[in-house]
């Protein structure tokens, strides 16, 4: 097992009273920390480490004093700045000059430690995506009233991973590093009891302490820092142009608003009522729409209970919005404007954060308007050099079966017709998709949620739906939404007729939704993507996990099993 990720259990072994673990924890009990010591020894059974560098740590600690005192309550300073306001208050302090007359304290995490002789420690403090200096020398200690014992014991115990404050002046050193110069002497407000490793590459660890992952790899800071930019322009694109955000239900009475398994649960109050998790917002959205006229947006948590890889999580974040008036043609330069500003957001966090810029890998994406478009059943004719089926005629599955057929195509596995497009769109469609790319007009049969008509050259029944691509991969799913309860209740019937055996088990056309269409829905234009995997494209990682705090769901089942053995 990594240094990282030793565990509280070697002092928990009452069976060898001896041990200078136990005794260790005798005291943790005696100052109130049996509780929480006590939770983490029932989570597994004890394991070896050989190294024996928590027991180490916590004894060095014991023996140079009360271990509470490592652990002060939040210490007011009204002189106390963050690494970043240092950097931009003193950005102009010339090498080797110093601001005596001023004070500023500094908290963050120790990165880095270095000593120089006896009398000389320094250590670099992280806080947000920016390190300072501290410059602890006895020399300007010890007319403060620093005792050298204290200085020495200081000097002993400070480590990597620790978190300190310092106080002192600022200066910028003779070769160019903006320090703080300890005018007391630097106070631990949390010790870390555990060694960082230097890289953390276990699956192990990074499943069951993502906190490890986090301190040894600023690059996964970096990237949540991103995500929140990203959610925070959104945010105010939306905001500035009049929309109102609103939060809908998590758990509905039946999964709707997209084509996905639902996870099923049910509330003790209404035992006799199945619930699920929702898969999409977009009813409950619409219905808002209905009552209020508003512009409305929402971004949240949905639930689909399918797999996991590279770039699917059952639980992920996304963005909706429906705006009443709106037309495919507005929905298509919205979503233009949109992602130009968030490619600008990101490239200004990059120049303003350090860290950011180092961990990311940027874009070479080109967002410039207006993006390229391919309308679906033209491309696929196309390229396969022939006429595709009446997709609205009885027969239709089967003449794209033989499709398939004629073309050497393997068809995917529990083949309708919604698939089997899909498939043909996957195979000669996507892959023209590298620069960002609207692919509009899908057959009626791939968008029930969608308004329709018939297109006058293809003689199809076509959607007025668009969907984003970059790079091959889905980013945006916008149309105009059919807002005729007569159109929608035959949507919904010919929509489940297309499932398999299984999935028709699970949904029944939503009666509720259909009488609020009844209601009145204004003509309105509907707009939805998925947050994490923008996050993804403009952080440059390749993996949904990669972009969530707590990574996919294997990660948090894992996180849940406690501590490994």
């Known amino acids: ?228 930019a990203i959610v925070s322009a959104m945010r105010r694109f939306f905001d500035q142009d009049g929309f109102m955000e609103v939060n809908t239900p998590l758990l509905t009475a039946g999964a709707a608003g997209a084509a996905a398994r639902p996870f099923e649960t049910k509330a003790n109050e209404f035992p006799d009522d199945p619930l699920t998790l929702r898969i999409a917002p977009e009813l409950f959205l619409k219905r808002l729409v209905i009552g209020t006229g508003e512009r409305l947006y929402e971004i949240g948590t949905v639930f689909r209970n399918e797999g996991i890889d590279a770039t699917h999580n059952p639980e992920f974040t996304i963005c909706e919005f429906y705006e009443p008036y709106a037309t495919l043609e507005a929905l298509i330069q919205r979503t233009e404007t949109l992602f130009s500003l968030l490619h600008s957001t990101v490239t200004q966090l990059a120049l303003s954060n350090k860290v950011v810029r180092e961990a990311l890998t940027p874009t070479s994406t080109d967002f410039s308007a207006p993006f390229k478009r391919l309308e679906f059943i033209p491309t696929i004719e196309s390229a396969i050099n022939q006429r595709l089926p009446d997709l609205s005629a009885p027969t239709a599955f089967a003449d794209l079966q033989a499709l398939f057929k004629d073309l050497a195509l393997t068809p995917p596995a529990d083949a309708t017709l919604p698939r089997l497009l899909d498939a043909l769109a996957e195979q000669y469609i996507e892959p023209l998709c590298t620069a960002p790319t609207f692919i509009t007009h899908h057959p009626e049969i791939m968008a029930p949620l969608a308004k329709s008509y018939t297109d006058p050259v293809s003689g199809q029944v076509v959607s007025r739906r668009v969907e984003l691509f970059i790079a091959g991969r889905e980013y945006v799913n916008a149309y105009e939404e059919e807002n005729s309860p007569f159109a929608q209740r035959r949507k919904f019937e010919a929509q489940l007729a297309q499932r398999d055996v299984e999935a028709r088990g699970l949904r029944t056309v939503d009666e509720s939704y259909l009488e609020a269409l009844e209601w009145g829905l204004p003509p309105t234009g509907g707009w939805g993507c998925g947050v994490d995997r923008i996050v993804m494209l403009f952080a440059g990682v390749q993996r949904v996990a990669d972009v969530q705090p707590f990574g996919s769901l294997r990660n948090v089942v894992a996180l849940g099993k406690g501590r490994p053995s």
């Open 1 to 228: 097992m990594s240094s990282g990720c030793r565990l509280l259990r070697q002092c928990l072994q009452r069976a060898r009273p001896e041990r200078a673990g136990v005794r260790a924890y005798s005291a943790l009990q005696r100052r109130g920390f049996a509780h929480s010591v006590a939770r983490a020894a029932a989570a597994a059974p004890p394991a070896l480490d050989v190294t024996h560098d928590f027991e180490k740590r916590l004894k060095q600690l014991e023996q140079a004093g009360d271990l509470a005192g490592y652990y002060p309550p939040n210490p007011h300073k009204a002189d106390r700045m963050t690494a970043q306001e240092v950097h931009e208050a003193f950005k102009d302090l010339q090498n080797d000059e110093a601001r005596k007359d001023m004070t500023v304290t500094v908290f963050g995490t120790v990165s880095s430690r270095r000593s120089s002789g006896s009398k000389l420690v320094f250590i670099d403090l992280y806080d947000r995506g920016h390190t300072v200096q501290g410059l602890c020398n006895f020399g300007v200690l010890e007319p403060q009233g620093v005792e050298k014992s204290d200085f020495k014991r200081f000097q002993k115990l400070v480590r990597k991973g620790d978190i300190y404050a310092v106080t002192g002046y600022p200066t910028r050193t003779p070769s160019g590093e903006l320090s703080i110069v300890a005018t007391e002497l630097p106070r631990s407000l949390a010790p870390s009891l555990h060694q960082l490793p230097e890289v953390v590459e276990s699956p192990e660890t990074l499943a069951r302490q993502p906190h490890v992952d986090f301190l040894v790899h600023p690059s996964r800071a970096a990237t949540q820092r991103v995500r929140s």
